[in-house]
């Protein structure tokens, strides 16, 4: 559903553009074929950088399914409850690049902004999460580019998640190329949470008092989900060492 939104906004912005110079190839009177042929060489650069970022969404949700069946006949059950991408719409990238100052190439695009791709994936556990960032750091053809880590440091609002910038090889037609995907990593409980603190954030209207007291209010949310997330934990510990006890107690009696 994700992607089908994004791409419904990249059609929507594409059409617009498309219609302006429409118009303008009319008030100039040029010639139709003259015009195709440029609307094609000109596009076709950024329909090509748009598609490279899919692709590498497509190399990383992947791998994370792999693990993900893996670690089911490892562990016993499947440590990811679900997986979700996006790529940045154009809307999106234009007001990056005008913010940060960014030149307006594709170059300098690529060179400048690691989330246009984005990959987020939900996990049962904390401990699942690390695991899986292991797991998929040590594969030879993913590098890291950069690591945060709001688990252990929360921001001030209580947001948790592990963030991975990481650089994929995909694999084109006549060449490699890397492509930087930002990839989320959260349990349930602060994919909860970050869901509906960005529902919030953007609700406007709100009294300058009201969007202060939401603030704290949505503090002690984010510490009380990670207090669940802890005891969730500590139970999963303490099932899976009072099995191994008893695995202990089979075989010593065979």
């Known amino acids: 559903m ?19 110079l429409v118009r303008f190839s009319q008030d100039i009177n040029l010639n139709a074929d003259v015009f195709l042929d440029i609307m094609q060489e000109s596009f076709a650069p ?52 005008i913010k940060k100052n960014i030149p307006r190439n594709l170059e300098a695009i690529e060179e400048n902004i690691n989330d246009i791709a984005g990959v987020r ?35 001030p609002t209580g947001y948790r998640s592990l963030h991975l910038i990481v650089a994929v090889p995909i694999f084109l037609e006549n060449e490699k190329k890397m492509v930087k995907v930002e990839v989320q990593l959260r349990t349930i409980a602060m994919d909860f949470w970050a869901s509906l603190e960005h529902k ?12 202060e007291k939401l603030s704290h209010e949505l503090t002690d949310c984010a510490e009380i989900s990670a207090s669940l997330d802890g005891r969730m934990q500590n139970v999963r510990n303490l099932i899976s060492a009072e099995a191994n006890s008893q695995n202990g107690v089979n075989e010593g009696n065979i």
């Open 2 to 20: 994700e992607n089908e939104a994004t791409n419904e906004k990249l059609f929507d912005s594409a059409d617009r553009v498309a219609k302006e």
């Open 46 to 97: 950024v329909e090509q950088f748009f598609a490279n970022y899919t692709c590498a969404i497509m190399e990383i949700e992947t791998k994370f399914k792999v693990l993900n069946e893996q670690f089911s006949l490892k562990y016993d059950g499947n440590p990811i409850e679900s997986i979700h991408s996006r790529v940045k719409d154009y809307d999106s990238i234009i007001r990056k690049v």
């Open 121 to 155: 994936v939900v996990c049962s556990f904390v401990d699942d999460i690390y695991r899986l960032a292991d797991c998929l750091l040590q594969q030879d053809d993913i590098t890291l580019i950069r690591r945060k880590d709001y688990i252990k440091n929360p921001k």
């Open 200 to 211: 919030m954030r953007y609700k406007k209207n709100i009294s300058p008092e009201m969007l």
